[in-house]
């Protein structure tokens, strides 16, 4: 939902730029519609964030779509921990590394976790991993249960990776919301994931969400990346360095 | 050597001063997630208790205790002891009460200032309330120059900030615009890139340099990206106002910035040599931020506040025009909510305008922040009071490139009006000149405003 100022914007200008702009009086303060309507864009933003995973809706998403799910919880018992302590969102405790006894060896681990926006993965992430499995099915990959993790970072996918006995880990979740969005999906991929894997090592596909990525071209873009690092055996800059220097096409 | 205290029948210890000034610091999550804040609010009474009976001068010596950290080199040897003679004898708690003295005004303050070292003035504001934050920050007088004047008594002055996601000249310009036709602009026109090529950096210094030029605006620009671009920049002789650069307090948290002092030292040279501003103008600008070496593993076990002072040693060798804290930027693991950023935006400006910085603030949050636009609101009245030197300012708050909250143009016209607290006298005489700020004034549309304008192809 858009600000009602920028109804008023001049088709060129709102082609150039999003910026919360004047038009009209310039007064001492933002006229009260514009006011009320920042307002109302950062309680969507907080509720995004605050957020919890819907599991019913996920799982039976899942269901349908004939895919088994496990569920587990990072160090972070509750929101307000995981958003104060991003250490604990990234851990695993033994217990619920437990939860994933049996259901590996898997070529590629799929986790689905609330991140920063358990609205964006409640509301994208059911279609994007059903889309990710039949992709990865199709070419002979094998993936395991999807993994749902609530209070989530994105290197809790590390320890699920380790658990299944996965070589590739693909983890989407929701990304930091902002003033025009708070449901934007995010999907981080790593290949030979282990704890303490740096952020450079990762591939990263974002803002999929309804009016941005669609769902399918996320999942073929992070099948090329699959490939790619299942041939290279790395992923993260090198990755991209060596897709910039072989000139292969990245979708 | 540890330090220890007796509260009735319970002895607090503090095995060095890193910790001591880590258990005297007001809670913040940041140094929770370090695993160094106090247990509760005893302890860390008992930890200020313990700092206040500290003698100050104990705290002119290595206290990150990190072997070749050249940050803390700088501070000792940048460290005046004549000019710290007026306050030698005093502990860090008969500091407190001598800083707030009536006899202690912005002269005695300004000939202290050598002698003063980033874990003196970070002690003392651990045991200073937001009023004694205020109060004293606001005696300090620190005026610099480029072509606007900042920190004059009784003003205060803004940065525009016309981000832009895909760095796009015009929507760049529309921001630029849109600002100035509030008022906004007299501390700097400054964007941060979402890019860091070379090509790009030049193009939006042209692009800033068209604006200033064009309509004669007695401001400076900068293009924020890292200080090798500006380099190369300069080298290709574009038009580079000032050089901007992101420090932190250790040497290690600076390489995390891709950034050495002897790099900074060459950017303060070509930037001089390139000779673009008036004599004796001041030429950088830098900003620091409350776990910005934590988020590095750069803090060596020391607290976030007292690295943020460290910064701010980097920040005065090069006599910078502009210094800002992003107060809120870096997160809740670090700033969690409201109280935390405003009580850690008075520590940084008190401790910046403390140390001879032209502090100002960029008073913010992230959306995964306990806070909201009424605590900007709390933040800026107060800093106001502090006398800050400058805020940032952009459009409707909302930074679309960063995708932050920061104040809005509109927030500067509060603050004015509020406290009479009108920018800098050139570009004030500029904003009377044409009309803006006054009543009924004809002024043009963002339209009209972007056609006149000739900016440089893309």
């Not at chain 1, 790619?228 to 993260?236: D, E």
């Not at chain 2, 313990?50 to 001068?57: E, T």
Request: net charge negative; hydrophobic share 45%.
């Amino acid at each position: 939902m858009k600000p009602p100022s920028r109804n008023a914007v001049p088709g060129d200008i709102a082609a150039i730029t999003e910026a919360r702009l004047t038009f009209g009086q310039r007064g001492r303060a933002l006229d009260t519609r514009a006011a009320l309507r920042f307002s109302l864009d950062h309680a969507r933003a907080r509720e995004a964030v605050m957020a919890e995973l819907d599991m019913a809706r996920i799982a039976g998403h899942l269901a349908e779509a004939g895919l088994e799910h496990r569920s587990v919880t990072s160090a972070a018992a509750t929101r307000d921990a995981y958003i104060r302590r991003p250490d604990l969102g990234r851990t695993l405790p033994g217990a619920e590394a437990e939860r994933l006894a049996g259901a590996g060896p898997v070529d590629v681990a799929i986790v689905l976790g609330d991140g920063l926006s358990g609205i964006a993965a409640n509301l994208a992430g059911p279609a994007f991993v059903t889309a990710l499995a039949t992709r990865l099915s199709a070419a002979g990959l094998s993936h395991g249960p999807v993994v749902i993790a609530a209070q989530a970072r994105v290197a809790l996918g590390d320890p699920v990776a380790m658990a299944l006995g996965a070589q590739t880990v693909v983890v989407a979740l929701g990304e930091r919301p902002g003033l025009s969005a708070a449901d934007s999906l995010g999907v981080y991929i790593t290949r030979a994931p282990r704890i303490g894997t740096p952020d450079s090592a990762r591939n990263c596909l974002s803002n999929i969400r309804e009016g941005g990525m669609d769902v399918e071209t996320a999942a073929d873009r992070a099948m090329a990346l699959i490939r790619t690092m299942r041939r290279i055996g790395t992923s993260g800059v090198a990755l991209s360095q060596h897709i910039a220097g072989a000139g292969l096409p990245e979708r | 050597m540890g330090y220890s205290i007796d509260l009735e029948e319970t002895r607090f210890g503090f095995p060095s001063l890193k910790t001591l000034l880590a258990k005297a610091s007001p809670e913040r999550s940041g140094d929770r997630l370090a695993g160094l804040a106090a247990d509760g609010p005893v302890e860390r009474l008992a930890a200020q208790l313990r700092l206040a009976d500290l003698p100050l001068s104990e705290l002119a010596q290595d206290v990150l205790e990190v072997d070749g950290d050249d940050v803390t080199a700088l501070i000792l040897e940048g460290w005046d002891r004549d000019a710290f003679a007026p306050v030698s004898h005093l502990t860090v708690g008969g500091f407190r009460d001598w800083l707030l003295a009536p006899e202690t005004d912005a002269d005695v303050l300004a000939a202290l200032t050598p002698g003063l070292t980033p874990e003196m003035v970070a002690a003392v504001s651990k045991i200073m309330r937001a009023q004694d934050l205020i109060a004293v920050a606001r005696k300090v007088r620190v005026i610099t120059r480029f072509r606007s004047t900042i920190g004059l008594p009784g003003r205060i002055s803004t940065r525009n900030q016309p981000n832009h996601p895909t760095d796009d000249s015009r929507g760049i310009a529309l921001s630029a615009l849109d600002g100035l036709l509030m008022g906004a602009g007299d501390a700097v026109i400054g964007v941060n890139p979402a890019t860091d090529t070379l090509e790009d950096y030049i193009r939006i210094c042209e692009v800033l340099e068209a604006i200033r030029t064009q309509l004669d605006i007695p401001t400076q620009h900068c293009c924020l990206g890292h200080v090798t671009t500006a380099i190369s920049a300069i080298e290709a002789r574009a038009p580079v106002d000032l050089v901007f650069q992101s420090v932190a307090g250790s040497t290690k948290a600076n390489d995390g910035f891709g950034v050495t002092l002897s790099m900074l030292d060459e950017a303060h040279e070509a930037i001089r040599a390139l000779g673009r501003a008036p004599v004796g103008a001041n030429l950088m600008y830098f900003e620091t931020g409350q776990g910005a070496a934590l988020s590095a593993d750069a803090h060596h076990g020391m607290d976030q506040q007292t690295m943020e002072a460290r910064a701010y040693a980097v920040a005065r060798r090069y006599s910078p025009l502009l210094v800002n804290t992003v107060v809120g930027f870096i997160g809740p693991e670090y700033l969690a909510d409201g109280k935390q950023i405003i009580r850690a935006g008075l520590e940084d400006h008190f401790c910046g305008k403390l140390l001879g910085l032209p502090m100002g603030v960029d008073i913010c949050y992230t959306n995964h922040s306990f806070a909201d636009q009424e605590d900007m609101d709390l933040l800026l009245t107060a800093l106001a009071a502090a006398g800050v030197s400058f805020v940032i300012t952009v459009p409707g708050a909302d930074d679309i490139m960063l995708n932050y909250q920061s104040l809005s143009f509109h927030d500067a016209q509060f603050i004015r009006e509020t406290l009479g607290h009108p920018p800098a006298p050139e570009f004030e005489a500029w904003m009377e000149a044409r009309g803006i700020g006054t009543p009924d004034a004809d002024l043009p549309s963002l339209e009209a405003a972007l056609g006149a304008l000739r900016l440089p192809a893309a």
